[in-house]
């Protein structure tokens, strides 16, 4: 008696099929965890964004006005609130507002003629990334201001020469290679499940006790586990379309990218399920490198700008790749190849140029 | 070599199924296996007993090609182990100490991926057989999760069966299951042996092997302390002889009568001292030499079960 390759592959399937489906609260968490994946890096991509800062306008004139419509519009930090200063104070006391700017009183009067004028602004410095976002916001805010009054001195100009035809957000240019961390999580654990849960049931020996071949039995779990990771992904790629309505440029790009990493990180997971013979060990394992090789690969900008033994470290893990692949294939990102696709006639021209006494620009 | 007998029906020139020559198995510093020689010959129940660490399971891993010995032979079937391991494992049914089973899914589920890797013909039909073998015909559809330990055992059993092995090699059938279950599984490795197969289980218990097994193979700590029928391990420990007397009597009676020529061992218990003589002494001679001591109320003689000849052979065999 000899199993036919086939029946023992479609044996495989039925049975690792018929086994998830007695597990039908885990598929649905698995599916619900591509999802959720995206949920946090957005929420990492709007982590200090509109950071909620009080005025106080002592003054009300036309130029303090104007000063808040820069401020509005300088920088995504901040999120203006009016309130009386007694609440504001409270409100920054209690960690709901990150600072207090205030305009004196006489400011209109004062910027009119030409006087420097001191801005207050009281910051939480709880976490310096904010201090720090607010030292930068408050001058770019100045500076736009001064430029939109015209007002006469030495000037910088920036001229901007994009790499990309349009600005991508950078949420959703985080969800994007969100598919990367999303494949390797969920394939990564199915596979991982698929095998180390032989060990588990300790049926690896009825396996081994029989003379079917363990490459194709392999193939038949790995099969369904990667299916299963597939339609995971295939989810969170709806998401990211018709939510996020971030659509790719290269669709069957992005298709086969999607496929490469199922299979890349299901045969990944399914050695590491071999080796640890236990899911408790493997999908902990897994979720704990799948967060740095994420952030590793440069998924957060367009490439690591902190150092090259960070930087080739990366090159070592496939999420590297599969976040380099996707980002192309939704036109969002660097290429893996330098000259591929960047036009190495605008690539890295946006430059300052300063000019005197010009009052049209600053 | 120990060389288990023929049994009638089986041609006097076959080869034995099971042949262990010197079989050495050492993993790091421990030695599980140390040199052991075991024939099992077509058609026998053999049971292969010892307490826990003896190397029951490794023996039974050497003889399935699924550890490979550090010294010695295997042959099952007629063919060497080693790398012949594809084929014989389709002549070859294990019931793992473990059950094994993917509880997830039904008992006939389980049974018909178990068709898949042997390439059973006729799956479906042989699957109720077996099923109906093991009497669980009824809960062929149930999952086996919801299964009580005793039916996963006998849907274990049931999948060993499954592709018509010549040799069934059950490691520890009966542990963990309720008397009830652990006599029909019993009945149904007498059925085995009614079919002629070739049987080699492992256990615990001694009765288990007095009830089921033509030949009993003692392991202790890697060494095989005896090998024979049932009734020749008997005889070798000789007639137990219980006498009733005073306890305070009964440790002076041990030590005296230990010097005694017939006397292989002694030793207290509740009712007075129980006395293993040669099968060629006449007990009698021995209650008169008692007597002689001490009053001794009364006396029986019996044969020694297998628990007394296990306790005889393995007591001062520890390495």
């Known amino acids: 008696m000899t199993a036919s390759p086939w029946a023992l592959f479609r044996a495989s399937v039925t049975l690792e099929a018929t086994t998830l489906r007695g597990n039908r609260a885990f598929v649905i968490l698995t599916a619900v965890a591509a999802v959720s994946f995206l949920v946090m890096v957005s929420l990492f991509g709007l982590t200090g964004s509109y950071a909620p800062v009080a005025v106080i306008n002592n003054d009300g004139g036309p130029l303090a006005d104007r000063l808040i419509e820069a401020l509005d519009a300088a920088h995504h930090s901040f999120a203006l609130k009016f309130m009386p200063l007694a609440d504001a104070e409270a409100a920054l006391l209690s960690g709901r507002l990150v600072g207090i700017l205030t305009i004196p009183e006489g400011f209109s009067r004062d910027v009119a003629a030409g006087k420097t004028v001191p801005i207050d602004i009281r910051i939480d410095n709880v976490n310096i990334d904010l201090t720090h976002d607010v030292q930068r916001a408050l001058p770019a805010a100045i500076v736009k201001f001064g430029r939109d009054q015209k007002f006469p001195g030495a000037t910088a100009r920036m001229v901007e020469h994009d790499v990309m035809r349009e600005d991508p957000g950078y949420i959703p240019y985080l969800v994007v290679s969100a598919l990367a961390l999303d494949a390797m999580v969920i394939a990564g654990i199915l596979g991982a499940m698929a095998t180390a849960r032989e060990w588990e049931r300790r049926t690896v020996k009825l396996l081994r006790l029989s003379p079917a071949s363990p490459g194709i039995l392999l193939a038949g779990k790995l099969t369904v586990a990667g299916t299963v990771a597939a339609v995971a992904l295939g989810l969170a790629l709806l998401v990211i379309v018709f939510v996020y309505r971030v659509v790719p440029i290269a669709p069957w790009s992005t298709v086969f990218a999607l496929l490469a990493c199922v299979v890349i990180f299901t045969s990944l997971g399914a050695w590491l399920g071999v080796v640890l013979k236990r899911t408790l060990a493997a999908v902990p394992l897994l979720f704990g490198l799948a967060m740095p090789l994420y952030i590793d690969s440069g998924a957060l900008e367009p490439t690591r700008f902190d150092g090259e033994a960070i930087w080739m470290a990366a090159h070592l893990s496939p999420v590297y790749y599969a976040v380099g692949v996707l980002e192309w294939a939704f036109g969002a990102g660097r290429d893996l190849h330098p000259g591929g696709r960047v036009d190495p006639r605008t690539a890295g021209e946006g430059r300052v140029s300063m000019s005197r006494d010009r009052g049209d620009a600053l | ?319």
């Open chain 2, 1 to 319: 070599m120990n060389d288990v007998r023929r049994v009638a029906g089986v041609a006097p020139d076959a080869p034995p199924a099971i042949e262990v020559t010197d079989v050495v198995c050492q993993f790091g510093r421990i030695r599980a296996l140390a040199g052991i020689s075991l024939r099992v010959m077509p058609g026998m129940v053999v049971g292969i007993v010892g307490p826990n660490g003896a190397g029951k399971t490794t023996l039974i891993d050497v003889i399935c090609g699924l550890v490979r010995p550090s010294r010695g032979t295997v042959r099952v079937l007629g063919h060497a182990v080693a790398g012949n391991t594809s084929a014989l494992r389709a002549s070859i049914g294990v019931l793992p100490q473990e059950t094994a089973l993917y509880d997830e899914v039904t008992a006939w589920q389980n049974l018909r991926f178990s068709a898949a890797l042997y390439g059973v013909a006729h799956a479906d039909r042989r699957i109720a057989e077996v099923l109906e073998l093991v009497g669980l015909s009824e809960r062929a559809r149930d999952v086996v999760r919801g299964f009580s330990g005793g039916m996963q055992r006998r849907v274990a059993i049931a999948r060993a069966l499954l592709h018509n092995p010549a040799l069934l090699i059950l490691d520890e059938p009966t542990v963990g299951v309720d008397v009830e279950t652990r006599h029909q599984i019993w009945a149904h490795i007498r059925s085995l042996k009614t079919e002629g197969r070739t049987v080699v289980l492992t256990t615990n218990y001694l009765d288990e092997a007095e009830a089921l097994c033509d030949r009993v193979a003692i392991l202790r700590a890697g060494t095989l302390v005896a090998e024979d029928t049932p009734a020749a391990l008997t005889a070798r420990t000789g007639r137990c002889l219980e006498l009733e007397c005073w306890s305070e009597h009964a440790t002076k009676l041990s030590v005296a009568l230990q010097q005694h020529p017939g006397v292989l061992r002694a030793e207290t218990v509740d009712f007075g001292l129980r006395v293993y003589v040669g099968i060629e002494t006449n007990p009698e001679d021995i209650v008169g030499a008692a007597r002689k001591l001490c009053p001794v109320e009364g006396f029986r003689t019996r044969s020694p079960d297998l628990v007394e000849v296990f306790r005889a052979l393995t007591a001062g065999s520890q390495p």
